[in-house]
Nanobody, 115 residues
Framework: VQLQASGGGLVQAGGSLRLSCAAS????????MGWYRQAPGKQRELVAG???????TYADSAKGRFTISRDYAKNTVDLQMNSLRPDDTAVYYC??????????WGQGTLVTVSS
């Protein structure tokens, strides 16, 4: 399985970005896709996830500002990020976690929010 992420960049505080991730390869149909982030000096943390059944979960910091969505036919997951803040600055990683076995990670895309 390969994950290709895109959509990071530099944005001013209050702005928006949309991250996209496309999964390819042998993908078990029951899985969770999500976005994690890692800021300098901090641990990687979950931002948002969405199951193959459509259930979503968000970090408290993302609730009300970020929206995760999936295209099941295309095996893609998007993260719409609004009202971005400087503390959202991080490398964002796409993740696919099958219900059985180890998960997969994308290469990471940098999001920088300037104040």
């Amino acid at each position: 399985v390969q994950l290709q992420a895109s959509g990071g960049g530099l944005v001013q505080a209050g702005g928006s970005l949309r991250l996209s991730c496309a999964a390819s390869g042998s993908i078990f149909r029951i899985n969770t896709m999500g976005w994690y982030r890692q800021a300098p000096g901090k641990q990687r943390e979950l931002v948002a996830g969405i199951t193959s059944g459509g259930s979503t979960t968000y970090a408290d910091s993302a609730k009300g500002r970020f929206t995760i969505s999936r295209d099941y036919a295309k095996n893609t997951v998007d993260l719409q990020m609004n009202s971005l803040r400087p503390d959202d600055t991080a490398v964002y990683y796409c993740n696919l976690q099958p219900v059985i076995g180890s998960g997969y990670w994308g290469q990471g895309t940098l999001v920088t929010v300037s104040s």
